[in-house]
């Protein structure tokens, strides 16, 4: 038995390859295939742009993919959310859908764009945001290039921004936030009902969670006398409580624990002059909740 997994193609497909990586799934891609090739023999990977992935996901023509929750929303897809993943294509983090005007405009709330036209990729979602404010505009569809149509094409825009430098630098200002979006991992309802298919997506998920939970975060070994563990214990902030092992001499002991990455350069000095030695960083790719 396969699982057929979408995988996103275009801005989030680097992304989701590097996390399946440290999750340990190697995909290896190639510019002149749809179909990825993935070290798991139980898996036939297909690039779908994430837009459609929700669509083929619902009919069941892929048993699982990856795609934004604003494209679930958008195509109204009846499928299974199986995880939520927080990472997007620069960060790792949400990224929101908003509307935005020219700074130069008069536009300052939904309400002033009664009767004026909205330029979207996310049209439908767009046109039940407006209809839930009591606002009604004309929404067209936008092919891309979304943030230089106003004020020529368009009098404001509903865009994807992860840090709104791309509107700020087409000098628009964000009015309102349309839709917070993250990436999911969905699945079709019938694969998600057989029992093979479910565990396979199961273990999945744990693994992807895994490499997100590690995704910033570092593991830091060291040694420390018996006499100087409260003071090194004190520098050190942990996930949990850090392991404490015996080494062969019982005045020594072994610290195991994991920090923040941006957080090491500064508590290793700090560790150093508490008594610590054999102080070692290393990488990780899953942390297992």
Known sequence: MKLKLGIPKGSLETATIDLFRRAGFNITTSSRSYFPS??????DCM???AQEMARYVEDGVLDAGLTGLDWVAENEADVETVADLIYAKQSFGKVRWVLAAPEASS???VEDLRGKVIATELVCTTKRYLASKGVQAKVEFSWGATEVKPPELADAIVEVTETG???RANKLRILETVLESNTQLI???SSWGDEWKRRKLEDIRMLLEGAMNALGRVGLMLNVRRDDLRAVLSVLPALKNPTISQLSDEAWVAVNTILEETTV???IPRLKEAGAQGIVEYPLNKIVM
């Open 38 to 43: 993935i070290d798991d023999p139980e898996i």
């Open 47 to 49: 690039l779908i742009r």
């Open 107 to 109: 536009y300052h709330k």
């Open 165 to 167: 430098s791309s509107l």
């Open 187 to 189: 699945a079709n309802r």
């Open 265 to 267: 350069r500064n508590i």
